[in-house]
């Protein structure tokens, strides 16, 4: 008996992909094309079982389509510039760079392990000098075009550090290495105007329906943000040093009338100049609420400080009140709000906590009232609809010159700066007498230095002298090199390009035109829901831009999105800090890769979450041994072996239905894209068929059974597919197979019973059914027509119809 020996058959199998370069795309751009993508890993150190997910319904598409002859593309990088390979180099002293290859030499052989069909030679890291030099060429075009600009904006600061941390690295106000409080502290940051593309950005969302998941679409519509309302003045009862009003932004001009307070965010400049005039008390209360970080306020308790000075309002001309609010944002409309407690939850919490009296504009028997509905207490609006409200108080303050109605995007411009090493430097100079200037193109890529040091106190770069000095290339004289390196999002935002043109066109372009045409969109994007907004709101930003640039003629980078479902273990999520891991490794180890993908593939459906279930594995390993073993009683042939289709049993016929089911699910669910890729149910069906197969003795349905399962679970179980169609077909069985209609017809036919020609009956039966056994049976069935009287004739005419003549 042949043994299964997965070790031995998959490292023959992933010796040879590797040989004969199976995988990777042809460079005939006549051919009908594919370009798969699974989103590329972080190289943390090792693959994850999320990954092996991700990479392994990647595959499975990868495969498909090339059986199905077409050209496929199907990379693998790594996005491997980011903060924890600084982090690595503090903790251990190891340098980042060292670090970052190391993963990434570690989880290229894991990957490999899988048998996973990636093109190999176009693999690249993002922290590759070859790509940080276009990286930074796309820096410098966004620079001239005015689409990146120099702002000073707030960020957390650890005192003690003396570094800038990111959110992730600030808990409870406290840093994460010192836990010292941190403050936030005004820095340059630069930005990219992603604000500029709100419109397109929204309105291609469109052009993605039905390709990209519902949630997704609706989260990036709801990031983008937009809103229609009335942006109008408060003036303020005394000038304030230049202050002589502020301006707000409202989505609910028609509760004009219901303002009983404004808000200033802590940020405000008109807070600024009032300050000094506080006590002590509110003072410290403000700092407070501007050092906390921004994202932390969201979800802290409504906090203000009542500023003892008045608004006038614009319509009724009373005296409002002025506070500051830790719930108002600096950077979303004007960064002041009208309070309208009667109808908003959040101003009526606030109105609550500090007594601020409401005042109701829309009819109703209780407050906060929070719908639509009739306007009362507001003037010559009285008795209208708040919807038709809200548009005619817009064009009342505009005839007045009072306000005017504007379109505002919760979508911020994009900062890229970070204040750390491991990163693609932002190519700029700064000259004292020239001002900021960009780097000369011909010294791209601006490398970083490798002699550094790394200790977690403020930015490594910004300490290295002799990186630091340069030569200003207008003046000639004295230059310092920016030292902030860009968001690793940059990287990640083209990096799908890039993979499109060979590689041996890397050190002169970014990508080639021809290549990119060809391949571009992505067909078939694979990967976690965690992206839904940055990275891919960045990546279609990205392409808009260089488009506008003139380096593409394509708007969208993605054709269809797939987002695949989290991996749990015990009812959670896999997780080192739970504890719950199972690492890829010992799976293959211990089953072999093709029992990873079976297992990963038929326990959910790639867009649901998957249970890591033990014995589920070991079920997976057994069909394959079984399938394996099982396979050496097939008659070795080059072509689609040959049915004869006479006189198959029951058995066998049902063997043969299983079999071309499979089949046509196997299409089926590639053509039905919307069903989200079903793989399980695809491999409950092949094992369906499998069990039939067993279920019966002829060794020609054997043998097509076989050449059909191990072309469809190829994409799945690859290396035992490979290894059976050699031994077997010699690869015959390896592309697109014809269904045989006539496996798939029904067994049974309906017959219609006649008597002296008139209808009397229908009658299900088997096909094969003897004639004798018909007649038998119908006459059951007209029994009361024919009851007492003389047959004289019985026609069955097959497969239709049975009659009989009666006197
Ligand atoms: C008065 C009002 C009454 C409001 C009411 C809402 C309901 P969206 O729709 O998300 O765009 N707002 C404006 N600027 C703000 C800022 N910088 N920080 C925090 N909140 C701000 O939100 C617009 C609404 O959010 C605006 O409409 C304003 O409150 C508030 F019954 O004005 B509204
Ligand atoms: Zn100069």
């Known amino acids: 008996m042949m043994e299964y020996q997965a070790k031995d058959i998959e490292q023959k199998w992933q010796d040879y ?7 990777e795309p042809k460079q005939d751009f006549n051919l009908k094309k594919k370009y798969i993508l699974s ?41 491997a510039f980011g903060m924890p390979a600084e982090n690595a180099a503090i903790k251990n002293g190891i340098h980042p760079k060292k670090w970052t290859y190391a993963n990434i030499d570690t989880m290229d052989k894991e990957l490999d392990s899988l048998g996973l069909s990636f093109s190999k030679q176009r693999e690249f890291a993002t922290c590759d000098e070859d790509y940080t030099k276009w990286e930074q060429k796309f820096f ?13 904006a707030f960020l957390n600061w650890c005192p003690n550090d003396k570094t800038v941390l990111a959110n992730e690295q600030v808990s409870d106000g406290k840093c994460w290495r010192c836990s010292t409080g941190i403050v936030q502290k005004e820095m340059y940051q630069y930005y990219i105007k992603i604000t500029d593309y709100a419109q397109e950005l929204l309105d291609d969302l469109r052009v993605l329906q039905d390709k990209w998941p519902q949630a997704v679409l609706s989260m990036q519509e709801n990031w983008i943000g937009k809103s229609l309302g009335l942006q109008f003045d408060f003036a303020l009862e005394k000038q304030i040093s230049n202050f002589k009003a502020f301006e707000v932004f409202t989505t609910r001009p028609d509760t004009i009338f219901g303002v009983t307070y404004c808000a200033l965010a802590p940020e405000h400049p008109l807070v600024k100049e009032v300050l000094p005039t506080l006590d002590i008390q509110s003072q410290q209360k403000i700092i407070q609420m501007q050092n906390t970080p921004v994202r932390n306020r969201t979800m802290a308790q409504k906090e203000g400080v009542n500023l003892r000075i ?15 609010a830790n719930f108002v944002l600096i950077d979303y409309g004007s960064g002041a709000v009208m309070g309208v407690p009667a109808h908003d939850e959040r101003d009526y919490l606030f109105a ?47 005839v007045n010159k009072l306000g005017k109605g504007v379109v505002h995007f919760k979508l911020k411009d994009w900062g890229i700066s970070r204040q750390r090493y491991w990163g693609a430097p932002i190519p700029l100079l700064h000259c004292k007498d ?90 078939e994007y694979i990967g976690g829901i965690e992206h839904a907004i940055l990275h891919l709101l960045y990546a279609r930003f990205f392409t808009k831009v260089l488009r506008d640039l003139g380096y593409i003629d394509f708007s969208e980078p993605f054709e269809n999105l797939l987002t695949q479902g989290m991996v749990l ?7 080192k800090s739970i504890g719950n891991i199972v690492e890829p490794n010992d799976i293959i180890k211990k089953y072999g890769a093709d029992t990873a993908r079976l297992f990963v593939l038929f326990a959910a459906p790639p867009t649901r979450e998957l249970e890591w ?25 080059k072509t689609m072996p040959i049915v004869h289709k006479q006189d198959l049993s029951e058995k066998q016929r049902y063997a043969r239905k299983k079999i071309y089911e499979a089949l046509i699910k196997s299409n089926e669910i590639f053509a039905k894209k919307q069903t989200g890729y079903a793989f399980n149910t695809l491999i409950a069906s092949c094992m369906e068929a499998f069990n039939a197969l067993n279920d019966q003795d002829n060794l020609q349905i054997w043998t097509e059974g076989y050449y059909v399962l191990s072309n469809i679970l190829e994409p799945i179980i690859p290396h035992i597919c490979w290894e059976i169609s050699e031994k077997f077909f010699d690869f015959s069985n390896f592309g697109s197979i014809e269904i045989d209609e006539s496996a798939l017809e029904e067994d049974e036919v309906v017959l219609v019973v006649t008597v002296n020609g008139k209808k009397r009956a229908d009658m299900k039966v088997n096909k094969q059914m003897q004639q004798d056994e018909i007649l038998l049976l119908a006459r059951e069935k007209v029994q009361k027509w024919i009851d007492g009287q003389n047959i004289i004739k019985e026609v069955v005419v097959p497969n239709k119809l049975v009659n009989f003549v009666v006197k």
């Open 140 to 152: 410098l075009d966004m620079w001239k075009k005015g689409l990146v600009y120099r702002k000073k």
């Open 434 to 523: 020239c001002g900021i200037l960009p780097q000369d193109e011909k010294k791209l890529p601006i490398t970083l230095p490798q002699d550094v040091v790394i200790d977690g106190e403020g930015n490594p770069l910004d300490k290295h002298q002799s990186w630091k000095e340069d030569i200003c290339p207008k003046c000639g004289g004295k230059a310092t090199k920016e030292t902030d390196t860009m968001d690793t999002f940059f990287q990640s935002s083209w990096y799908f390009l890039r993979y499109a043109t060979p590689r041996d066109l890397w050190i002169q372009m970014p990508f080639d035109k021809q290549n990119t045409k060809y391949w571009l969109p992505v067909d």
């Open 569 to 575: 273990k015990d009812g959670a999520k896999m997780s």
């Open 310 to 324: 008045f608004a006038i309002h614009p319509l009724t001309k009373e005296k409002v009140p002025l506070w500051v």
């Open 39 to 79: 989103m590329f890993p972080y190289p943390s150190g090792a693959i994850h079982m999320g990954h092996v997910r991700n990479y392994c319904i990647g595959d499975a598409m990868a495969r498909y389509y090339r059986k199905q002859g077409y050209n496929v593309l199907h990379p693998i990088g790594f996005d």
């Open 352 to 398: 609550k906590e500090y007594q601020i009296p409401l005042k109701q504009v829309i009819e109703s028997t209780e407050l906060p009232f929070l719908d639509d509905g009739i306007l009362c207490n507001s003037g010559d609006f009285n008795g209208i609809e708040t919807s038709k409200a809200k548009w005619q108080i817009i064009e009342f303050f505009e």
């Open 613 to 637: 279930i033990d014995s589920g594995v070991e079920g997976a390993y057994r069909f394959i041994r079984r399938f394996y073993e099982k396979s050496e009683n097939i008659q070795k042939t």
């Open 17 to 23: 992909w590797k040989k004969q370069n199976i995988h």
